[in-house]
């Protein structure tokens, strides 16, 4: 069983930038690969991005690439999400989630998911 607990979130204004963490507790973190996704209002869960155990392998969805960066610290059991120049359109409640396979941008894959933190951005 792995718990995660994601922080972060909040109200920011379009352009700013914000870091969400994750933070792992149960078994090895190190065992999984880990993703990020969010649920927009009315919309449904979408992939974000995604790191593999390793941090060798990264994959983001094509509204993000250049502007966010998914990283981990194994050491503290923590995976980030480092998001620059928000938009409104990444408006959302955002889930980190574990996974026993490889880097995989479809939700079944995963198979541990936290409760979400709240990222609201205001034009």
């Known amino acids: 069983q792995v718990q995660l607990v994601e922080s972060g979130g909040g109200l920011v204004q379009a352009g700013d930038s914000r870091r969400l963490s994750c933070l792992a507790s149960g078994r090895t973190f190190n065992d999984y690969s880990m993703g990020w996704f969010r649920q927009g209002p009315g919309k449904e869960r979408e992939f974000v991005a995604a790191i593999s155990w390793s941090s060798s392998s990264t994959r983001y969805t094509d509204s993000v690439k250049g502007r966010f960066t998914i990283s981990r610290d194994n050491a503290k059991n923590t995976v980030y999400l480092q998001m620059n120049s928000l938009k409104p359109e990444d408006t959302g409640m955002y889930y980190c989630?574990?996974?026993?396979?490889?880097?995989?941008?479809?939700?079944?894959?995963?198979?541990?998911w936290g409760q979400g933190t709240q990222v609201t951005v205001s034009a």
């Open positions: 989630a574990a996974s026993r396979m490889v880097v995989s941008t479809f939700p079944p894959s995963y198979d541990y």
